[in-house]
Nanobody, 125 residues
Framework: QVQLVESGGGSVQAGGSLRLSCAASGRPFSSYAMGWFRQAPGKEREFVATITWNGGNTTYADSVKGRFTIFRNHAKNSVYLQMSNLKPEDTAVYYC??????????????????WGQGTQVTVST
């Protein structure tokens, strides 16, 4: 079992920045890859970013490439999503998720086993 708890969401004006955090507990943190997904009202959940177990491979959705950065800190059992130059279309509930094995790059939410409760990000004009 893996427990995931997100934090760091909030409201920000367009062009601003936020950092989301996801604290993991349960299985050894280094054994799984982590992903961030988001869901806007009335829309399906979409992939945002993923990072492999050792941070050696990161993948981003085209819509956030160059603006968002995913990274992980094994000492803190946490994964982060640094979001810059935020746009109103980034408004959504953001979820972190864990998948095994940790060396695979997975962009489909169906491949992730464990999910956090989500944190709201609202970007205003």
């Amino acid at each position: 079992q893996v427990q995931l708890v997100e934090s760091g969401g909030g409201s920000v004006q367009a062009g601003g920045s936020l950092r989301l955090s996801c604290a993991a507990s349960g299985r050894p943190f280094s054994s799984y890859a982590m992903g961030w997904f988001r869901q806007a009202p009335g829309k399906e959940r979409e992939f945002v970013a993923t990072i492999t177990w050792n941070g050696g491979n990161t993948t981003y959705a085209d819509s956030v490439k160059g603006r968002f950065t995913i990274f992980r800190n094994h000492a803190k059992n946490s994964v982060y999503l640094q979001m810059s130059n935020l746009k109103p279309e980034d408004t959504a509930v953001y979820y972190c998720a864990a998948t095994f094995p940790g060396h695979l790059v997975r962009v489909s939410g169906h491949d992730y086993t464990y999910w956090g409760q989500g944190t709201q990000v609202t970007v205003s004009t």
